[in-house]
Nanobody, 120 residues
């Protein structure tokens, strides 16, 4: 199968920056869309940013101009650079990837989640 391993996150003061990375490994033929979602306490999971294999990006309005998503297709990794962080960005961030397996099946995978806390 496939594993998504996340790294990064943590505690940062308002206005600060953090980066999140996610690496997909396993029985991968190719990785289609990759991205990040987040879930704050008491709220539903929401889209933060996605990126296609060709590099097209999509961002939530709340993070446009502050966050940047990028990927390395050769390494099956996706990175989220978060700048000008606000307290309302506090959430658990989840990596997501749509993977075409070697078996020919396309499956949606999630990472384990990374806590991002923005607080003074």
């Amino acid at each position: 199968q496939v594993q998504l391993a996340e790294s990064g996150g943590g505690l940062v003061q308002p206005g600060g920056s953090l980066g999140l990375s996610c690496a997909a490994s396993g029985s991968i033929a190719s990785v289609n869309d990759m991205g990040w979602y987040r879930q704050a306490p008491g709220k539903e999971r929401e889209l933060v940013a996605t990126i296609t294999s060709s590099g097209s990006t999509n961002y939530a309005d709340s993070v446009k101009g502050r966050f940047a998503v990028s990927r390395d297709n050769a390494k099956n990794t996706v990175h989220l650079q978060m700048n000008s962080l606000k307290p309302e960005d506090t959430a658990v961030y989840y990596c997501n990837a749509v993977v075409l397996l070697l078996s020919g099946v396309r499956v949606n995978y999630w990472g384990q989640g990374s806590q991002v806390t923005v607080s003074s």
